[in-house]
T-cell receptor
Framework: DAGVIQSPRHEVTEMGQEVTLRCKPISGHDYLFWYRQTMMRGLELLIYFNNNVPIDDSGMPEDRFSAKMPNASFSTLKIQPSEPRDSAVYFC?????????FGPGTRLTVT | DQQVKQNSPSLSVQEGRISILNCDYTNSMFDYFLWYKKYPAEGPTFLISISSIKDKNEDGRFTVFLNKSAKHLSLHIVPSQPGDSAVYFCAAAPSGTYKYIFGTGTRLKVLA
C-alpha cells in the first residue's frame, strides 16, 4: 500500500484566497483524521470521520474551516478565506483502530 | 490547558545507551496511549501503544511503561541508535474515542 497520500505537499497562497487540501487514506481504514501542526500549538486534532461521517469537529478553529469526506477514499479540508495565521503543516491520518497512520503533510503558507 | 505534557524539549544520548522519554497527562479519562516518531518533512510514524489495563508493553528495542496513579508514561529505547534521532510525541485518548491529544514532543539526538 502507498500509505496515506496528501496533496499538494506545499501550498503558498495569498490572504483571502480559498485553499483546498486533499487526502487519500489507506484502503480499508474506516477512520480519517485531520491535524494541524504549528510551533505555538503543536499537533492538534481538527476533525475526524468514521465511515465518512464526521464524528468530532470540535477542533476546527473557525467557520472558515470545513472538511468533507464524500467517499471512503477521499477527503478534503477547505479554508475560505485563508489568513496568515492559518500557515501550518496540515496532516491527514487514517486508521482502523487506535494506531493512526499519517500522511507526509501539506505545508501551507498564507502571505 | 495542556492535558498531555512532554516537559523535556530535547534529550541527547550516546549510541548504545538507554534513551528515556517522559510524558505526563492530567485527564484520568485517558485510557489509550501512543508514541510516535517524527523525522523532518515527514508525518509522524507510529511506534508503540499501551492501554490503561497494562503497565508495560514491549516491542523490540522499544518499551512503554504506564504509571496510572502518577499519570505518567515513559518510552525506553535500548540500545539507542543514531537512526533513532527524531522528535518523539506521546498522545492520549479518552475511553471510547479516537480524539487524541498530543504532547509537544521531545527531540532525541543519539550521538555516535
Amino acid at each position: 500500500d502507498a500509505g496515506v497520500i496528501q496533496s499538494p505537499r506545499h501550498e503558498v497562497t495569498e490572504m483571502g484566497q480559498e485553499v483546498t487540501l486533499r487526502c487519500k487514506p489507506i484502503s480499508g481504514h474506516d477512520y480519517l483524521f485531520w491535524y494541524r501542526q504549528t510551533m505555538m500549538r503543536g499537533l492538534e486534532l481538527l476533525i475526524y470521520f468514521n465511515n465518512n461521517v464526521p464524528i468530532d469537529d470540535s477542533g476546527m478553529p473557525e467557520d472558515r474551516f470545513s472538511a468533507k469526506m464524500p467517499n471512503a477514499s477521499f477527503s478534503t479540508l477547505k479554508i475560505q478565506p485563508s489568513e496568515p495565521r492559518d500557515s501550518a503543516v496540515y496532516f491527514c491520518a487514517s486508521s482502523w483502530g487506535y494506531e493512526q497512520y499519517f500522511g507526509p503533510g501539506t505545508r501551507l503558507t498564507v502571505t | 490547558d495542556q492535558q498531555v505534557k512532554q516537559n523535556s524539549p530535547s534529550l541527547s544520548v550516546q549510541e548504545g545507551r538507554i534513551s528515556i522519554l517522559n510524558c505526563d497527562y492530567t485527564n484520568s479519562m485517558f485510557d489509550y496511549f501512543l508514541w510516535y516518531k517524527k523525522y523532518p518533512a515527514e508525518g509522524p510514524t507510529f511506534l508503540i501503544s499501551i492501554s490503561s489495563i497494562k503497565d508495560k508493553n514491549e516491542d523490540g528495542r522499544f518499551t512503554v511503561f504506564l504509571n496510572k496513579s502518577a499519570k505518567h508514561l515513559s518510552l525506553h529505547i535500548v540500545p539507542s541508535q543514531p537512526g533513532d534521532s527524531a522528535v518523539y510525541f506521546c498522545a492520549a485518548a479518552p475511553s471510547g474515542t479516537y480524539k487524541y491529544i498530543f504532547g509537544t514532543g521531545t527531540r532525541l539526538k543519539v550521538l555516535a
